[in-house]
């Protein structure tokens, strides 16, 4: 797989706590590259998180995760969010993944599933697994790289929506 752009990126975010979902998740959508954004509240070796390249939340208490990540092979750079300001823009986010040659950037701590066209980076939060905060139900989302399209699943693996991001 070496030199092989992924071409599905499984994008979870804020489970806080709750055993099964990130997991069950990731049985039914798995990609190449599977990313869970933080605030999971689990010992960063749990079991839960095994299948998932993973990021520190504000809640999460274990040192090992690191604050950021970017993966070369998808042009994704993904981070919780805190440290970003992303309640407020997406402005800092995009310049960070910038920074790294990133087409993606990827983030939580919202609970709100989004996903948008900051000065030419694909700014796309998953929601919140577990406690939704926008107008959907709980969400993760799977990101086509191929053919930049996003979709947005609830709980029960549904379609909530597909995103094309060259249309943003």
Partial sequence: MRGRIPIRILIISDNHGEQGISYDAYGRNAGELNVHLGDSEFHYDDTE??????VKGNV???TRYPVEEYNDESKAFYTHGH???IKKTRQILAERAREYGAKYAFYGHSHIA???????IYCINPG????????????YAVLDTENDIVSFYDRSHQILEEVSLTKL
Avoid: C, L, T
């Fill in 49 to 54: 998180m095994s299948h998932f390249n993973r």
């Fill in 60 to 62: 999460d208490g274990d």
């Fill in 83 to 85: 440290f970003y300001d």
């Fill in 114 to 120: 989004k996903a948008e066209n900051v000065d030419g």
């Fill in 128 to 139: 919140s697994i577990s406690e939704s905060k926008g107008q959907w139900p709980e969400s």
